[in-house]
């Protein structure tokens, strides 16, 4: 069974209702579906990652307050120009945060089946996904959208890496593995 439609059985069973020609979210008893994992791994990254970056940002290093932060997510996906400033912006900057986070756990869920070293060292591949996130936003997405700059100084480097292992890459990790792990065993 190739990964698309393994992915399908996992996740959709395709046990029509009664009176409904629909096909609904379906797991065996015990473990969850792939969905409810992505969604898991994505949701709890997605918070300990913005409540780290608010906790450090504007609590202890005082830099930003948590509404700008979160502004200056939504700012730097829609741009300069937004329609809105305040409470909108917030949101939508909370909205962009996820669909990142989520970008990241459903690439992991992909990839993990076809690379042996996901399998035997979850936690070492949890971090190394960690900084492999912070490639990706850092050198990629935010010069590649003229949002950011590179980072050159190596203190912002070291804690935005330290912040993506441990917040986005290795709860994901273990979320994701726990899931494969459920699967096999069954």
């Not at 209702?17 to 994505?42: E, H, W, Y």
């Not at 307050?65 to 900057?93: C, E, H, N, P, Y």
């Not at 690439?107 to 949890?126: A, D, E, H, M, N």
């Amino acid at each position: 069974m190739s990964l698309p439609e393994q992915f399908r059985s996992d996740c959709f069973g395709t046990k029509p209702t009664f009176m409904s020609n629909t096909i609904v979210a379906t797991s065996k008893p015990g473990r969850p579906s792939a969905i409810q994992t992505i969604l898991t791994a994505g949701l709890i990254a997605g918070c300990f990652d913005l409540l780290t970056a608010i906790i450090v940002y504007s609590v202890v290093m005082q830099k930003t307050t948590d509404v700008q932060l979160l502004q200056g997510i939504g700012r730097a996906a829609f741009g300069d120009k937004t329609f809105d400033t305040g409470t909108g912006l917030a949101l939508s900057g909370v909205g962009v945060h996820f669909f990142i986070a989520f970008s990241f756990a459903i690439f992991y869920f992909f990839i993990f089946p076809y690379v042996p070293f996901l399998r035997k060292q979850r936690i070492v591949s949890g971090l190394l996904y960690g900084v492999f996130a912070w490639c990706i936003m850092n050198l990629a997405v935010l010069p590649l959208f003229h949002i950011a700059n590179i980072p050159h100084k190596w203190d912002s480097i070291i804690r935005g890496a330290v912040i993506l292992m441990f917040c986005i890459g290795l709860p994901i990790s273990l979320i994701v593995s726990g899931y494969y792990i459920l699967r096999n065993r069954q």
